[in-house]
């Protein structure tokens, strides 16, 4: 090998060493530009740090140093929306540094930082806090440091506010078309195929104009399937639209008394899905579940139930002759009734006509207790007053 | 014997009939009218009886109790059973009564006389037809309106004060609830009543030709329109005399006061629901009670179609018309048809619309 060609090699690997610091800056939940000098190990280990905290805690949190915000107007427009776009509008955070060609690098106080922190964290993400994180990334010496320092304070939140977190994890944001629209308390589904499902229902309520929701548990609190169903609904506000339009599929895998599924129906879309209906949709599904082809599962609940939504159903064929059975009773007593003016001939009850109104003279009066019966029933329980959607469910 | 009487008119010698118009007697050929009382002492100044003839009772037999008399206006013969007691010879029209039917203990007491002529009775009984949607139209047509005649017919009067102890059965229902279940509680009490209140002129059928149920619906009459007893009230009408006696009308008059005592106290019961008297432990007892024997305006028409007997009355006094009528079952069925359509397409689209 010349000495020309051990040059050119060395200097590609050169190149390609240097370059892999900018390629390995990119991960899912951290990003840094180009002129961010940090080390792709570096960068792997914020972001595993960023998944572990997705996994314990099902919680997104990103950080973004970034030197371009494309068409946004400003750098709140662009973390918000790079936030939904990456988190399909899960609780969580994200912190976005905007350093444009004007900012001293070596001087943090002159870039254009951001927190957005989702309605529904803001229960642990007070103001005190956020500022935390403002102050964390202005007095660290490195943007490694500084993301770093903010994971830190977010596992460390997280950990000591588990039961908030939790609270966090199962609060919906405002419920509009393209919010997270699959929760899995099991892990059952991975998070990148939970991303894939996510935009899956996301499309299918987008074209229907109604949310189709998937949740995924192991416990239904004691409740039946169908109440657990319609408690979650009601619960996480689901729903689009002032009549909370939406259709639910909860999976629930109880190792003590079976798996179930249960579809809860808004009011709004139950003249969608009779119960004969969801019966007949989820047939396929529940097959699928049963097979633990969970993925297809989802994907074929968002399928049937999607082309179901908006087929008017019409009344079931017994409603014909019935209608027509109740019309001829109905007609027979009427024109029974009005035959009864052909019979005049009764006898009298009594000598009302003959009795002398004024010689009237009440008596002695004397009521005697005969007898008594207590007839009690059970008061039906509701889960919600509101509630007035309905639940079908089923084993698989 | 049994006598005829026929009364006639001093001006034109005509027969003489009950006007109920003008409720006086009156000549229908020359238009006199004439007090009962008149009448009676117009005949007594001229000394002619000849308007109380006594005419022999031609033949009776014995079996059916069926008496022939000989009209004194024509001598045309006039069939009557045992109780007939006043008619019209059906050869030349002249109105008789049976004299003797009236005499002795056989005297009724009162009499309402009619106060609606034929022609309010025809009126009426075409209105009592003709309104009703479900009649044959053959039946409307048919009927032999012409054919109606006015009926004295024969009734016990009963008036008596009485004394009632009657029970009624009642319920009081409690409801409450606690955080679980709702109560309802129903107790059951036995309502004892004591009181009184009299009776006067219930009118009870004396004749057993008649309907007792159609009489009854005719009710009720006033008897305060009620005279003394003439024959000359029964002229140009058809009447009996009885042939129940008041013993055997009593127990029907009893079972309608029982009724009334019952009726009567129930007012007293309030506080209590779903109240109802019983019968079987309602005791009335009857105190200073009377039976009068009267005869009451009822104007009749009999008539028969598809081998079924209607028969018609209207009360002579008020005007109330009973009778049943045909059901035309081919009206009926089509009118059941049409609302079953109708019934049936309204039902199914309301379906529809909720099924949306």
Known sequence: ?396 | MSDLLEYKCPCCGGAVEFNSAVQRMKCPFCDTEFDIDELKAAQEDLGNTASEKETEVKSVDEATGMAVYVCQSCGGEIIGDGTTAASSCPYCGNPVVMKGQFSGDLRPDLVIPFKLDKKAAKEALKKHIGTKKFVPKIFKDENHIDEIKGVYVPEWLFSADVDADVVYKGQKVREWSDSEFDYVETSCYDLFRNGKFSVDGLPVDGSSKMDDTLMEAVEPFDIKDAVEFSTAYLAGYVADRYDVDSEQSKARAEERITQSAIDTFMKTTNGYENVSGIEDRTRIELKNSSCRYALYPVWLLNTSWKGEKFTFAMNGQTGKIVGDLPLDKNAFWKSVGVLTAILGSAIYAIAWLIAR
């Not at chain 1, 999976?251 to 899905?273: H, L, P, Q």
Request: charged share 25%.
């Open chain 1, 1 to 396: 090998m010349t000495k020309k060609t051990v040059a050119l090699i060395s200097a590609v690997l050169i190149c390609l060493m240097l370059c892999v610091p900018a390629l390995a800056a990119n991960g899912t939940y951290v990003s840094f530009f180009d002129g961010i000098n940090i080390k792709d190990t570096q960068a792997a280990e914020l972001d595993r740090m960023a998944r572990d905290i997705r996994t314990k805690y099902d919680f997104p949190a990103y950080y973004f140093i970034v030197d371009d915000i494309g068409n946004n107007s400003d750098i709140y427009e662009y973390t918000k929306s790079i936030y939904n776009e990456k988190s399909a509008g899960m609780s969580g955070v994200c912190f976005v540094a905007y350093l444009n060609d004007d900012v001293d690098y070596t001087d943090y106080s002159s870039e254009q930082t951001y927190l957005y922190v989702t309605d529904g964290a803001k229960v642990l993400f007070t103001e005190e806090v956020q500022q935390a994180v403002y102050d964390g990334y202005d007095n660290a010496s490195t943007y490694y440091d500084s993301a770093k320092e903010y994971y830190n304070s977010i596992s460390a939140l997280l950990d000591r506010n588990s039961d908030k977190a939790a609270q966090i994890v199962e609060a919906g944001e405002t419920a509009e078309i393209g919010t997270a629209l699959i929760k899995d308390k099991t892990g059952t589904v991975s998070t990148v195929q939970r991303e894939k499902l996510n935009e899956k229902l996301t499309a299918v309520s987008n074209e229907c104009k109604c949310n189709f929701y998937v949740a995924i548990t192991d416990s239904l609190d004691g409740m039946t399937s169908d109440d657990y169903a319609a408690k979650y609904y009601n619960d996480n506000k689901y729903g689009f639209g002032d009549k909370k339009d939406g259709v639910l599929l909860l999976i629930c895998f109880d190792k003590e008394n079976g798996n179930s599924w249960a579809v809860y129906r808004s009011e709004g879309v139950k003249k969608f899905y009779s119960d004969a209906t969801t019966k007949k949709l989820m047939k396929p599904v529940a097959k699928k579940l049963g097979a633990k082809d969970y993925t297809g599962a989802v994907e074929l609940y968002a399928d049937n139930f999607s082309a179901q939504y908006g087929k008017h159903g019409s009344p079931a064929i017994y409603w014909l002759p019935l209608s027509f059975l109740i019309g001829f009773a109905i007609a027979f007593i009427v024109t029974k009734i009005r035959t009864g003016n052909l019979k005049s001939v009764v006898a009298q009850r009594s000598a009302g006509s003959y009795v002398k109104e004024d010689s009237i003279v009440e008596g002695k009066s004397n009521d005697v207790f005969i007898s008594s019966d207590v007839k009690r029933t059970a008061k039906a329980s509701s889960n919600s007053s509101d509630d007035k959607g309905s639940s079908t469910s089923g084993k698989f």
